[in-house]
């Protein structure tokens, strides 16, 4: 893979620091569950299947450090790592889908020795990781077949490898339409504020020489009216089991503009995404995150002292705007609670 998001490098979890880029390249490395959740939290890594991929590994490397010992005290240790790694952020649920895999397996074993549950837990990250790249090529080749030879796609934030254990969602579905030989292009929007299309999403781009225009976010609307935008592709953090989908904030902005200009919206997510618990997009949890973010960027302030600042990290598209989601197993045509229910179920039913 030209971006390889994490890896692991020496018995620890090396992920690749998005919060410098482009203007670095470097690595952090994570030795324990506390650590990977501080990277989640100060999204050092960030996009919802690479969260749970990285927080898989998170249990897996404390179970690593715990290993050997008594069970009374590596299970202690593991309940505290999962609780570590659960509360680093509240929107993507591919982290609590893969925290609960990987109790799952841990429960399990309930007298098996603590050296073999390690062993196992490793064995089970290193699965959701190669799981998340296989489910991302699938998505991409489905995806790929709804756009036409020249399409010219919009994508709000990252949804790409940067996000994923590799290939991507959204961008995984436009460079597997590239590999299939069509002259796609893409229009990435800046993504404030937090900058993952101007800074991620181009980076990835140009690293795999696929064009790309970046524009800002307020931008949409007039090159949707002048004909400069065939599709849009975004990715998810949480779909709703009507069909509703949380992502990043400004998503439904988007999704409203396109409804507007008769342009299809689609959105690329795992089955992973889906979280058939929550009604509608109304009982996703909405994060809110620092006031700094929205204040100024890295050591650069332009807002006055004392300003009150709201910093919703995601918001909610309604089903009813959204063409349809793509996932590993298909394509759900105009999503709603009887169709994501039947993929859902189907997808289940062909996985035993």
């Known amino acids: 893979m030209s971006v390889e998001t994490m890896r692991i490098e020496n018995g620890f979890l090396q992920l690749i620091d998005q919060r410098v880029l482009p203007l670095a390249f470097e690595t952090v490395m994570c030795r324990n569950a506390a650590e990977t959740a501080e990277a989640i939290r100060s999204m050092v890594v960030r996009g919802a299947p690479a969260i749970g991929c990285a927080a898989a590994y998170g249990v897996a490397l404390e179970a690593r450090i715990a290993a050997g010992q008594m069970r009374p005290i590596f299970d202690a240790t593991l309940e505290q790592a999962f609780s570590i790694l659960a509360a680093s952020r509240p929107t993507a649920v591919n982290l609590f889908w893969a925290l609960e895999r990987m109790r799952r397996l841990w429960t399990q074993q309930g007298h098996m020795p603590s050296d073999e549950v390690a062993a196992l837990l490793f064995h089970e990250a290193c699965a959701i990781f190669e799981e998340d790249i296989a489910a991302n090529r699938a998505m991409g080749a489905h995806g790929a077949a709804l756009l036409t030879q020249d399409a010219r796609v919009l994508t709000h934030c990252n949804a790409g490898a940067l996000a ?8 995984g579905v436009i460079r597997s339409a590239v590999e299939a030989g069509k002259n796609i292009s893409v229009i990435a929007d800046e993504t404030r504020p937090f900058l993952q299309g101007a800074r991620l999403t181009a980076w990835e781009m140009v690293q ?6 970046l524009i800002a976010d307020n931008m949409a609307g ?14 998810a953090d949480r779909i709703a089991a009507n069909g509703d989908v949380a992502n990043k904030i400004g998503t439904y902005m988007v999704a409203v503009l396109a409804a507007r200009h008769n342009i299809p919206f689609y959105v690329a997510a795992p089955l992973s995404t889906f979280d058939l618990s929550a009604a509608s997009g109304d009982a996703i949890p909405i994060e809110e995150r620092s006031a700094d973010e929205v204040t100024g960027f890295r050591n650069v302030r332009w807002a006055p002292e004392g300003v009150l600042v709201a910093n919703p990290a995601f918001d909610v598209t309604p089903a009813e705007l959204i063409a349809a989601i793509i996932t590993e197993k298909g394509v759900i045509s105009r999503p709603d609670r009887n169709t994501v229910a039947a993929h859902c179920s189907a997808a289940n039913m062909n996985k035993t």
């Open 164 to 171: 994923t254990a590799g290939h991507g969602t959204a961008l």
């Open 208 to 213: 795999e020489k696929i064009p790309v225009t």
């Open 222 to 235: 007039h090159m949707m009216k002048s004909g400069a935008i065939d599709a849009v592709i975004v990715g």
